[in-house]
């Protein structure tokens, strides 16, 4: 694919707009932890930067979470956070205690931003990515707020290498790449899984196509995690796949 920026990272986070951000990159074996923004839905993404900026304080409070609806899919309870408009869908199990199942993920939570503030200033080259939901212009990103996240970040994290990778969905087009800055990429294709019943879902296969350009370095891996690298890029040899957009 022309113009696409191939790259080594040391660490690849899903920055939103929802879960199939972190899905995606999981499925192309760039992400083996879980932080805190893969399974939630909801704040902006400069929102984001700065709730990894002041620690994740006061990310989830149970003062502010009202019932959604349940998520038969699941089995979980959605919760709503009326003061940062954030979406939980996936950590409230049904039928358990509220109280109970709020400490549990209040803790949680905070395991996760604590690995991901740590892991980000234990690396060199950081790659975050933010993904369009299929058929919520709401997620779309402008140019002015992308360079302004990616100031933000040069701030708090001024000895590491920040990166943005942003990804918006256009029905049957040809992948078009867009520098927005020396370290900002725009890249537009199609990925839509044209699901009628759930149209946030994403098509993983063709996102796979993309992210075969990138790959993760060791520094944060285990050994069975290097072990699943190679057996997907092995498969994807014996396939004849490797870096093959059709």
């Known amino acids: 694919m022309r113009g696409i920026r191939a790259g080594k990272y040391d660490l690849y986070v899903s920055m939103g707009a929802v879960c199939s951000c972190t899905q995606a990159l999981r499925y192309s074996k760039l992400q083996f932890y879980s932080y805190p923004f893969d399974w939630i839905g909801g704040p902006s ?5 700065e709730l990894i900026h002041n620690n994740f304080k006061d990310y989830i409070i149970k003062e502010n979470l009202e019932f959604g609806y ?3 899919e699941t089995k979980c309870d959605a919760y709503y956070d009326k003061k940062r408009g954030m979406q939980i869908n996936h950590d409230f199990k049904q ?23 740590e892991q980000i200033k234990a690396s ?8 369009q939901t299929p058929h919520n212009d709401k997620t779309d990103l402008t140019d002015e707020v992308l360079l302004k996240g990616s100031e933000k ?19 049957d087009i040809k992948p078009v790449v867009r520098n927005v800055s020396d370290n900002i ?9 044209r699901d009628k019943i759930s149209p946030w879902v994403v098509n993983f296969k063709t996102l796979d196509k993309l992210y075969r350009h990138f790959s993760i370095s060791k520094r944060h891996l285990t ?6 690298i190679r057996k997907y890029k092995l498969k994807l040899f014996l ?3 490797m870096l093959q957009w059709i």
Do not use: S
């Open 45 to 49: 993404f400069l929102e984001r930067i």
């Open 70 to 72: 349940k998520v038969e």
């Open 95 to 117: 039928g358990r205690n509220f109280d109970e199942m709020y400490e549990e993920v209040v803790e949680k939570y905070n395991r996760r931003g604590k690995r991901l503030i």
């Open 153 to 171: 970040f040069k701030e708090y994290f001024p000895e590491v290498q920040c990166d943005i990778l942003y990804i918006t969905c256009k029905h």
């Open 185 to 193: 990429q725009h890249i537009t294709f199609d990925y839509d899984a």
């Open 124 to 131: 060199k080259k950081v790659l975050f990515v933010f993904m």
């Open 239 to 241: 396939k004849g796949r």
């Open 223 to 228: 050994k069975e995690n290097i072990k699943e």
